[in-house]
């Protein structure tokens, strides 16, 4: 008995890794964007670990001098969400509306008391998301 199959209409898709310079250049406008970031809402080394997911403030240091590798596809992910929280926190012209934002504690759900920053230092990417869609549901910070 003959298989059934339907024979291909278009050639199928193989995904390649992006260009080395490409990739280069993308994960150095991820950096810089991170670091103003973390300089805006004034994170420590440590704490800017911690949202990149980097193991060590040398390795930090590292990428802050474009000496380290790529940025993965999580940590690019993790910097665009940052992104957008500091966009979503900085529609007026007042600069420390995001720090100030950040670092208040909030009663609300889901922070419970902690602030912004040490909710996602404490949940990861999962908290990061969860903070860039609140922040865009609700068109501005509470």
């Not at 199959?5 to 950096?31: F, G, W």
């Not at 993790?78 to 009663?107: C, G, H, K, M």
Request: charged content about 30%; proline content about 8%; some cysteine.
């Amino acid at each position: 008995m003959r298989s059934k199959t339907k024979p291909r209409s278009r050639p199928r898709l193989i995904l390649q890794p992006s260009s080395r310079r490409t990739a280069r250049h993308n994960t150095l406008t991820a950096l810089r964007r991170f670091f103003a970031i973390a300089d805006a809402w004034e994170l420590s080394p440590l704490q800017q670990c911690r949202l990149l997911k980097i193991p060590s403030p040398q390795v930090l240091e590292r990428y802050r001098l474009g000496q380290a590798p790529r940025l993965s596809s999580n940590q690019h992910e993790r910097v665009q969400l940052l992104a957008s929280i500091q966009r979503s926190l900085d529609r007026d012209s007042r600069t420390d509306r995001a720090w100030a934002w950040v670092n208040a504690p909030r009663e609300i759900d889901p922070f419970d008391g902690d602030s912004p920053l040490y909710f996602m230092l404490e949940k990861g990417l999962p908290a990061l998301r969860e903070v860039a869609r609140m922040l865009v549901r609700d068109n501005g910070p509470r």
